[in-house]
């Protein structure tokens, strides 16, 4: 046996001590949204290809439907429509050219199904999305083994952003964040930042920042990778103009709000933005995105009577506070719910039962089956794992609801 492969018992031991460091070093202080799991988690017999090669493909129609509305409505409209505010118009290049938008980060939220197929809940494009960390939970199992290390999604940040660095001479990395955001208790950006610091050439400068404290050094010679969200940007649009005129590139505009809205689920099954796609792009969308319809009061009615069927999304949610499980809620509490102020639209999502995986808490000896969701990676049209996000007892699987979290990664069946 290889000296550098530890037996299988001392292994686990070493792993979950270096998730448990991991995450004590990593973590945001002042919650405890971070449970990780014990092992990563294998997703034998689901093989993602198909989602890999849909995306693009799905992305396109998107484009081809977003010129037709903004042919047909104003984009104030339009931008309601998405749940994202008109305010940041400026920084939002895809609605002059959405053809030509090129996402530089997506994150596919999927649902895995207990046949083996997974379906596409979500499209998150915006650079603010989590979980990326949890790699690191794979990288130490696979060091553990002997095993050849898989790159992770940082490490493939990293290789998206040194050409452009080049490219451009910059010579600093700006990881931008808000500071409404310190104290959150998930990751915090240092290993992000460590990973770039380590990845790209040397001599370059990384470094953290908000709209408080670091962003005085933007200059130039940066580049910005935008990690807050279109709605902290609203406490400071000077600052964001700012950040936009001075820096020599910034990676995360506000096109990805536009094009990553839970609103596009539904209009990819409406039947007047479909007359626009080809038919095996329709074909496409049926076979793995749920059926969703935008709320509308042509159609309200009848989709409260069946809300039992549906998880009711608004277009503004983030960590699963504007998701509603028709089966948990009264019909005047929905009602109530839908008719809120939530600055855009809302879809009905048909409920689809999530599969069970076998997982571990982190330190606990026994295995539980849990429903878990997964998140796609892809960074600068490189793939990646899985965010894994385990349920604890709620419908909406999210770390804001207790969910715990690992990294699952592809295992090709086996045959008899």
Known sequence: MRDDVMNPEAGSKWVEDR???????????????????????????????????AVPEILRAKSVILRHLLSTM???????????????????????????????????????????SVRICELNLDSSVGGPETAEFRRYEELAAGHPVTPTPYEHLARQLAPIMRQKGLTKVCLLDWSTWEGYG???????????????????????????????LIDEQTLVYRVFMADDAL???????????????????????????????????????????????????DALVPKTHVVAAANIDALIADMSGYFFKSAADFGGSGVIDGRTVSEAELRDRLAGDNRGSWVAQEIITPAEFDVRLLGSSDTMSREC????????????????????????????????????????????
């Open 235 to 285: 406490a400071d649009l000077e600052f964001v103009a700012e950040v936009f005129n001075t820096a020599g590139h910034v990676i995360g505009d506000f096109s990805g709000e536009v094009i990553g809205s839970k609103v596009w689920m539904g209009l990819l099954h409406d039947p007047e933005y479909r007359a626009l796609l080809p038919e095996s792009t329709c074909a496409v969308i």
């Open 186 to 216: 998930q990751f915090d950006l240092e290993w992000m930042r460590e990973t770039l610091a380590h990845q790209l050439p040397a001599g370059l400068d990384v470094f953290v920042a908000t709209e408080k404290s670091g962003a005085e």
């Open 19 to 53: 998730i448990r460091d991991f995450c004590e070093r990593y973590k945001d202080g002042g919650g405890e949204k971070l449970l990780p799991l014990g092992a990563a988690v294998p997703l034998t017999g689901f093989r993602l290809d198909e989602v890999r090669s």
């Open 373 to 416: 969701v997964l998140g796609l990676y892809r960074y600068g049209g490189r793939w990646s794992g899985c965010f894994l996000r385990s349920g604890s007892g709620s419908s909406v699987i999210n770390m804001s609801a207790g969910a715990a979290v690992s990294w699952a990664y592809e295992e090709p069946s086996v045959e008899a």
């Open 74 to 116: 104003d984009r104030a409209a339009v931008l309601q429509l998405f749940g994202v505010p008109s305010q940041l118009v400026p920084w939002m290049p895809v609605l002059d050219d959405p053809e030509g938008y090129e996402c530089p980060v997506l994150r596919v939220d999927l649902i895995p199904l207990a046949d083996g």
